[in-house]
């Protein structure tokens, strides 16, 4: 079992930065996969970035692609999500999401462990 925790999330205006944490406890992060999806009032939840067990591979949506990095400090037992430029279509409740198989991908299918989200909202 583990438990995700996400912070970080906020009100910004378009063109802004933010920074998402997801802190991990009860298992050591290094055994997971770990990804970032968001989900939008009366939309499906929808993917955004995935990161391989040691940070060395990453997968993005094509709509974040460029803007949006995904890290991890396994040492901290922490995943990040920067995001830069932002625009009001990025606003949505973002949530971290671990996968013990490693599959790395982008259904939100593949993710045992979920945290409680962090809303992100975007102004024009």
């Known amino acids: 079992q583990v438990r995700l925790v996400e912070s970080g999330g906020g009100l910004v205006q378009a063109g802004d930065s933010l920074r998402l944490s997801c802190a991990a406890s009860?298992?050591?992060?290094?055994?997971?996969?770990m990804g970032w999806f968001r989900q939008a009032p009366g939309k499906e939840r929808e993917f955004v970035a995935a990161t391989s067990r040691r940070g060395g591979d990453t997968y993005y949506a094509d709509s974040v692609k460029g803007r949006f990095t995904i890290s991890r400090d396994n040492a901290k037992n922490t995943v990040y999500l920067q995001m830069n430029s932002l625009k009001p279509e990025d606003t949505a409740l973002y949530y971290c999401?671990?996968?013990?198989?490693?599959?790395?991908?982008?259904?939100?299918?593949?993710?045992?462990?979920w945290g409680q989200g962090t809303q992100v909202t975007v102004s024009s």
């Open positions: 999401a671990a996968d013990q198989d490693a599959l790395f991908g982008s259904s939100w299918t593949t993710y045992d462990y």
């Open positions: 009860g298992r050591i992060l290094s055994d997971f996969a």
